[in-house]
Nanobody, 118 residues
Framework: VQLQASGGGLVQAGGSLTVSCAAS????????LAWFRQAPGKEREFVAL???????YYGDSVQGRFTISKDNAKNTVFLQMNSLKPEDTAVYYC?????????????WGQGTLVTVSS
């Protein structure tokens, strides 16, 4: 599976941005899909997850502001980010789980940088 993340960029605090992750090599609709992020000097942090039945889960720091979704026809997962804060600045990575019920993240995208200015 290859994952291509895109859509990162510079946005002002309070603004919105949507990042995408297109998968190739395998249909990923039946696998858990997730977004993580890593800020400079910090550990990688869980952001959001969508499972095979489209149930969603979010990290505490983004709950209520971010929305994860997927387009099965396009084999793509999205992360819509609203009310962005400077502390959301990070490289955002998408990931695919090992199987339908296995949340061990087997495949990772290359990351897309999101910078939020104050």
């Amino acid at each position: 599976v290859q994952l291509q993340a895109s859509g990162g960029g510079l946005v002002q605090a309070g603004g919105s941005l949507t990042v995408s992750c297109a998968a190739s090599g395998r249909t990923v609709s039946s696998f858990p899909l997730a977004w993580f992020r890593q800020a400079p000097g910090k550990e990688r942090e869980f952001v959001a997850l969508i499972n095979w039945s489209s149930s969603t889960y979010y990290g505490d720091s983004v709950q209520g502001r971010f929305t994860i979704s997927k387009d099965n026809a396009k084999n793509t997962v999205f992360l819509q980010m609203n009310s962005l804060k400077p502390e959301d600045t990070a490289v955002y990575y998408c990931a695919v789980g090992r199987s339908r019920y296995n949340y061990e993240w087997q495949y990772w995208g290359q990351g897309t940088l999101v910078t939020v200015s104050s």
